[in-house]
């Protein structure tokens, strides 16, 4: 799970695609679920083969993001999933199973991520662009400090990362 | 062993462009596919890098290769061979190839009929189509569908453009052929640098030699150069089960439904013939409308069919068809929208087996993630699986095109790499939205920021008030000007860029058009 406040919407989504290069096998295959506004430059830039990219499109309402997101958690080795606010419970959980089983990794994010009770929650805390001053140069990195929270293992702690 | 007839032409894409008097070359994937006569003259061959024909034939106009277009209007021709044959079976766009016997009496021997086949398709062409011939086909009867290719082919540099390979003479017309006409470039490479230049060579070999070093391929190479049939089991029958079929109700009005149905159809044909151990190397595609007209066509390829390229086979012959309204060849245009489609395997043979890469990507995992796409876009439709490819511009959303799963990726290299000045330096942005969001940039007296023909702006910015609400400026650079298309009265725009670092820490691309900041990206 990757959630930040909704200023921050674009710290999570690239802590999402920085996390899904980073866990994806080589040869790996990415499905994007829901997320039509993911910068494809920036999913390149972090090391995503686009030709193993699918980006799914899912209609408003409840209805078909179950039947989507099962279809692509059968199948792909990462899914980045766009959780809708006030998702089903019961759909919820019967993902999870089925990624559980099929060894998938899912990386929630969007309105209803916080509600989703996954392995590990990935909080962006604060983020900091470096790079920029007034009227001169250019984004160049990005300081992002995330709150790692989490079952079992994981323990809570706060970490700074240079993106 | 079958006389066939192949009418070879070669230089289709060119000839559909309209362009067979010019000098023109049709490339696809930086490589020449298509030349015409004045082109060709000047020594550009198909297989020259893109670069090495401009250099033999500089004033040549480069096209860039369209199938579909090509499928379309060969349809007219063989719809036009088809009133004087039977079973014609289409190759590819630009040739095809049908069994002569019948014909071949009918109009007093193998000569007449190639003589009256390059006629036949030269005015369909001019009449129907109204387009320059130019050279005209290759057209050569022989014994099987390799040597008459081949003949076709050698047909070009004849005097009158045909040729007839009386029966059993094929292995002998074959032999002075180069060994790199036999169809299978890693044979082909293996047996050169053995020494083995001919394909009368090649042939000459021992068979259980050839299988012993090259496998079962080896084998059908052996047997086309000794001009024999290539699969060495006679046909079987295809089991009248393994036919699929799919209906339309409400009846199908544009061809997209269609070939997106004829690509779920060909998966499921594929695993038909997989479950019983065979490949199909022809297949009658079948369409028909809702008042009972049918259009059927046999199509042949010299590998086996695989569901992409069924399925786009498909999406020609529907093409073809709906668009003869213009071409007026034949009276059956449909009268209604399309409510039956059924695929038929007409040739089956067994699956030799194909070894797996060794190195490459696993199958079953791309075979894994076609089934769940294909489940997918059967709920939503073709656009809900989309895959990006980048393209090449300036603004983050400009460089990115997203095609449909099952679609092809090809993209134009040289304006992908092309320097595009003003586009934005990495890193890219990570959110960018479809549309862009209304925003504004306001200085410090809390007025909008303008910014002038000269690319300067009114006032530094101090807040940006955006979706999220009212936002301090902590930093921005810009703006980069980018004057798009002002050669072109339509498309042109002059939009400015300013990338700006907020409070709160996020950091957005802004744009300015004609006064009106909008959100375009967020880092």
């Not at chain 2, 060849?329 to 929208?337: E, I, K, L, R, S």
Request: with cysteine.
């Amino acid at each position: 799970v990757t959630a930040a406040r909704p200023a921050l919407e674009a710290a999570a989504l690239r802590n999402a695609i920085t996390l899904a290069a980073g866990v994806v096998p080589h040869d790996g295959w990415v499905a994007a679920v829901g997320l039509p506004s993911v910068g494809v430059l920036a999913a390149a830039e972090v090391g995503l083969a686009l030709d193993h990219l699918v980006f799914f499109a899912v209609p408003p309402g409840q209805k078909h993001w179950g039947t989507v997101s099962v279809a692509a958690v059968d199948a792909f080795d990462v899914v980045v999933l766009a959780v809708p606010a006030r998702p089903r419970l019961a759909e919820v959980r019967r993902l999870v199973g089925r990624a559980r089983e099929r060894g998938t990794t899912i990386i929630a994010t969007g309105a209803g991520a916080s509600a989703w009770g996954g392995e590990a929650r990935v909080n962006t805390a604060a983020v900091d662009w470096e790079g920029l001053g007034c009227g001169y140069g250019t984004l160049r990195e990005c300081r992002v400090t995330i709150e790692l929270d989490g079952r079992g293992s994981v323990r809570p702690r706060r970490l700074d990362l240079v993106l | 062993m079958s006389r066939t007839v192949v009418v070879w032409w070669d230089d289709w894409p060119v000839v559909v462009a309209g362009r067979a008097a010019d000098s023109v070359i049709v490339v696809s994937n930086n490589r020449v596919v298509a030349v015409s006569a004045a082109a060709r003259a000047d020594g550009v061959r198909v297989g020259h890098r893109r670069r090495e024909a401009q250099g033999h034939c500089p004033s040549a106009d480069v096209l860039p290769l369209d199938d579909g277009d090509d499928a379309r209007a060969f349809e007219t021709v063989v719809a036009a061979v088809e009133q004087l044959c039977p079973r014609v079976e289409v190759v590819r766009p630009g040739v095809l190839a049908f069994a002569s016997r019948g014909p071949s009496r009918y109009f007093g021997g193998d000569a007449a009929l190639v003589a009256q086949i390059r006629n036949v398709v030269c005015d369909a062409v001019r009449t129907s189509l109204g387009l320059e011939a130019g050279v005209g086909p290759g057209v050569a009867v022989a014994d099987g569908n390799f040597a008459a290719s081949l003949a076709a082919r050698a047909a070009l540099s004849a005097r009158d453009r045909v040729l007839v390979v009386p029966p059993g003479k094929s292995a002998e017309f074959l032999a002075p052929m180069p060994v790199s006409a036999i169809g299978d470039p890693a044979i082909a490479d293996v047996a050169r640098r053995l020494g083995l230049r001919t394909l009368g060579a090649f042939a000459a070999l021992d068979a259980s030699d050839v299988l012993g070093r090259f496998g079962a391929a080896g084998i059908d190479a052996h047997r086309r150069a000794n001009g024999l049939e290539v699969r060495s089991l006679a046909p079987r029958e295809p089991p009248p089960e393994l036919s699929v079929e799919v209906t339309f109700d409400p009846p199908a009005d544009n061809v997209d439904r269609v070939a997106f149905a004829a690509r779920a159809v060909s998966a499921e044909l594929a695993e038909g013939l997989r479950a019983r151990g065979l490949v199909a190397t022809a297949l009658v595609i079948e369409v028909e409308t809702d008042h009972g007209e049918k259009r059927e066509r046999r199509w042949r390829s010299e590998g086996a069919l695989d569901a992409r390229s069924v399925a786009e086979r498909v999406r020609w012959q529907a093409e073809g068809w709906l668009t003869d309204v213009a071409t007026k060849v034949d009276d059956d245009v449909p009268t209604a929208g399309i409510t039956l489609l059924r695929l038929s395997p007409d040739e089956v043979h067994e699956h030799e087996g194909a070894a797996q890469s060794l190195w490459g990507g696993s199958p079953e995992a791309v075979e894994r993630i076609n089934r769940a796409v294909a489940r997918v876009q059967g709920l939503l439709g073709p656009e809900a699986a989309t895959t990006a490819v980048i393209v090449g511009g300036r603004g983050p959303a400009e460089q990115v095109r997203m095609v449909c799963w099952g679609d092809a990726r090809a993209v134009d290299e040289s304006r992908a790499n092309a320097p595009w000045p003003g586009r934005m330096p990495a890193p890219a942005p990570a959110l960018v939205p479809d549309d862009p969001v209304p925003l504004d940039v306001l200085d410090a007296g809390g007025s909008v920021v303008r910014v002038n023909g000269r690319a300067e702006m009114s006032a530094p910015p101090v807040t940006i008030v955006g979706p999220h609400g009212v936002d301090r400026v902590t930093g921005w650079a810009g703006p980069w000007p980018a004057e798009e298309r002002w050669w072109d009265a339509a498309g042109a725009r002059r939009r400015a860029r300013l990338q700006v670092r907020c409070a709160s820490g996020a950091a957005h691309l802004c744009i300015v058009e004609r006064g009106r900041w909008w959100l375009e990206a967020s880092y």
